[in-house]
């Protein structure tokens, strides 16, 4: 038997990265997926995987009306919902002095907001004793330059969720936040384009390495199962031990490139 057995799951940002491996993890402990992202041909990808074990819906966590629609359609596709990641998110580059407001308004609304209104709909579906779980980042915790959109955002998310933790409480539904550092993933290909930016992370992670999408699943796994029952408006650091050091100097790294 899996630890997940019987049990729905709704998964934003579900199509690629640590979403789909959150994803494949859930199946293979036994429940089903309710899986939402914007990436049409990921979604197909997963259907042609996981056959009934998924159902797939275009879902832009932005919009109020999509994300109520994919809360609607676990129900009617599984008859209720258990579990909730929310994941969606992306990140961007710019100095305060620099970013464009709409930049700023792009990552505030997707990495926060989406969160936001992921929990409002969700959170009212989501049955008694269940779990939601909202991805941070390690930079909810440790500023970089440049990233100041983002680290706001994933701060705010960790925040979002001790108060919904506050507020689901009293149905017995846990809320807990999961802090990834540096995850190997199509979205931080990018930075692996980068050498000097993987050392420093590295260098500065007490594991001296980076994660792969599957040990992000893995907590996912545990937080949402019942081995986690007395975890709630937990921030679980799943970084290697980059907390300790410091954040990649970002603005020297891309001045090394035109040098």
Known sequence: MGKLD????????AASGIGRAITERYIADGACVMAGDIDVAGLAALEAQFGSSVATLLCDVTSETEVAALCECAIERFGHLDIVVANAGAGTYG????????EWRRIIDLCLTGV???????????SDGGSIITIASLNAIQPSQGMSAYCAAKAGVAMLSQVAAMELG???????????????????SGMFSIPIIIEEFTENATLSRFAQASEIA????????????FMSASFVSVDGGGNTGRYPNLPQAFASLNT
């Open 95 to 102: 100095l305060i002095t620099d970013l464009p407001l709409d």
């Open 218 to 229: 893995a907590v996912a796994s545990f937080l949402a199962s019942d081995e986690a029952s």
């Open 170 to 188: 009293g149905r017995k539904i846990r809320v807990n936040t999961i802090a990834p550092g540096l995850v190997e993933t199509n979205a931080t």
């Open 116 to 126: 936001f209104i992921t929990l409002k709909h969700a959170g009212s579906r989501t």
């Open 6 to 13: 019987g049990k729905v799951a709704l998964i934003t940002g």
